[in-house]
Protein backbone atom coordinates (compact mmCIF):
# COMPACT_ATOMS: atom_id res chain seq x y z
CA UNK A 1 0.00 0.00 0.00
CA UNK A 2 1.42 3.38 -1.05
CA UNK A 3 1.78 6.31 2.01
CA UNK A 4 -0.65 8.52 0.44
CA UNK A 5 -3.34 5.64 0.58
CA UNK A 6 -1.84 4.31 4.61
CA UNK A 7 -2.59 8.24 5.46
CA UNK A 8 -5.81 8.56 4.32
CA UNK A 9 -7.03 5.23 6.15
CA UNK A 10 -5.52 5.95 9.28
CA UNK A 11 -5.02 9.62 10.19
CA UNK A 12 -3.39 10.38 13.15
CA UNK A 13 -2.38 7.40 13.99
CA UNK A 14 1.19 5.40 15.17
CA UNK A 15 1.65 2.46 12.87
CA UNK A 16 3.90 -0.28 12.27
CA UNK A 17 4.61 -1.20 9.07
CA UNK A 18 6.72 -3.45 6.71
CA UNK A 19 8.44 -2.33 3.83
CA UNK A 20 7.23 -4.67 0.91
CA UNK A 21 9.01 -3.03 -1.97
CA UNK A 22 12.10 -0.78 -1.18
CA UNK A 23 15.32 1.26 -2.39
CA UNK A 24 18.49 3.33 -1.21
CA UNK A 25 18.88 6.85 -2.36
CA UNK A 26 21.38 9.50 -1.12
CA UNK A 27 20.79 8.28 1.87
CA UNK A 28 17.10 8.08 1.95
CA UNK A 29 15.44 4.52 2.33
CA UNK A 30 12.38 5.34 -0.06
CA UNK A 31 9.21 3.08 0.49
CA UNK A 32 7.06 2.35 -2.64
CA UNK A 33 4.98 0.15 -0.60
CA UNK A 34 4.19 -0.77 2.61
CA UNK A 35 2.28 -3.54 4.27
CA UNK A 36 0.22 -2.35 7.52
CA UNK A 37 0.72 -4.56 10.36
CA UNK A 38 -1.10 -2.76 13.56
CA UNK A 39 -2.08 0.55 14.49
CA UNK A 40 -1.09 1.73 17.58
CA UNK A 41 -2.64 4.91 20.50
CA UNK A 42 0.96 5.59 21.30
CA UNK A 43 4.44 5.05 19.88
CA UNK A 44 5.80 3.16 22.90
CA UNK A 45 3.79 0.21 22.07
CA UNK A 46 4.28 0.07 18.53
CA UNK A 47 7.73 0.85 19.07
CA UNK A 48 7.80 -2.35 21.82
CA UNK A 49 6.00 -4.82 18.96
CA UNK A 50 8.42 -3.37 16.68
CA UNK A 51 10.84 -4.63 18.97
CA UNK A 52 9.59 -8.07 19.26
CA UNK A 53 9.09 -8.35 15.58
CA UNK A 54 12.95 -7.43 14.84
CA UNK A 55 14.00 -9.91 17.42
CA UNK A 56 12.39 -12.33 15.18
CA UNK A 57 13.04 -11.26 11.73
CA UNK A 58 16.16 -9.38 11.82
CA UNK A 59 16.03 -8.61 8.35
CA UNK A 60 12.71 -7.53 7.67
CA UNK A 61 12.15 -3.88 7.32
CA UNK A 62 9.58 -2.76 9.63
CA UNK A 63 9.11 0.89 10.56
CA UNK A 64 7.05 2.48 13.22
CA UNK A 65 5.22 5.62 11.75
CA UNK A 66 2.94 8.71 12.75
CA UNK A 67 0.23 9.56 9.72
CA UNK A 68 0.36 13.04 10.62
CA UNK A 69 3.61 12.84 8.46
CA UNK A 70 3.42 13.77 5.01
CA UNK A 71 6.51 11.95 3.89
CA UNK A 72 8.32 8.95 5.55
CA UNK A 73 11.50 10.54 5.01
CA UNK A 74 13.51 7.52 6.21
CA UNK A 75 17.53 8.73 6.63
CA UNK A 76 19.51 5.09 6.65
CA UNK A 77 21.94 4.62 8.97
CA UNK A 78 25.31 2.66 8.48
CA UNK A 79 26.36 0.29 11.63
CA UNK A 80 30.44 -0.61 11.60
CA UNK A 81 31.21 -3.81 13.69
CA UNK A 82 29.87 -5.95 15.93
CA UNK A 83 27.46 -5.07 19.09
CA UNK A 84 27.47 -6.65 21.46
CA UNK A 85 28.40 -7.00 25.39
CA UNK A 86 31.89 -6.05 26.39
CA UNK A 87 33.93 -8.65 28.47
CA UNK A 88 35.24 -6.91 31.61
CA UNK A 89 38.94 -6.64 32.17
CA UNK A 90 39.10 -8.39 35.39
Known amino acids: MKWKEIREMFPEQWLLLEATEAHSKSGKRIVEEFGIIDAFPDSISAMKKYGKLHQENPWNEYYVLH?????????ERFWLGIRGKRARNQ
Do not use: G, L
Open 67 to 75: TDREDPDIH
